[in-house]
Nanobody, 114 residues
Framework: QVQLVESGGGLVQPGGSLRLSCAAS????????MGWYRQAPGEQRELVAF???????NYAESVKGRWTISRDGAESTVSLQMNNLKPEDTAVYYC????????WGQGTQVTVSS
């Protein structure tokens, strides 16, 4: 069982930045992959970014060059640095972890609006 606690969402103006964090209840070295999905109202859940236990990263085309996913093994935390935010980034962001099963955080709202 893996428990995930997210933090860092909020309201930001277009062009601004936010940093999301996801703390795991187990060592992230034991987790195959961690990352973030997002879901906007009326839309399907979309994979945004992930990082594997080997450090490989992958991003959705819509966020490449703007966002960076990283991990801190000592803190068992994965973070998503979101720069140059756009209104279309508005969504609920869900952290996930894959270790056999897939585990989910509770979700955090990101709103990009002037």
């Amino acid at each position: 069982q893996v428990q995930l606690v997210e933090s860092g969402g909020g309201l930001v103006q277009p062009g601004g930045s936010l940093r999301l964090s996801c703390a795991a209840s187990v060592s992230i070295s034991s987790i195959n992959a961690m990352g973030w999905y997002r879901q906007a109202p009326g839309e399907q859940r979309e994979l945004v970014a992930f990082i594997t236990s080997g450090g490989r990263t992958n991003y959705a085309e819509s966020v490449k060059g703007r966002w960076t996913i990283s991990r801190d093994g000592a803190e068992s935390t994965v973070s998503l640095q979101m720069n140059n935010l756009k209104p279309e980034d508005t969504a609920v962001y869900y952290c996930y972890a894959r270790r056999g099963n897939t585990y989910w955080g509770q979700g955090t709202q990101v709103t990009v609006s002037s």
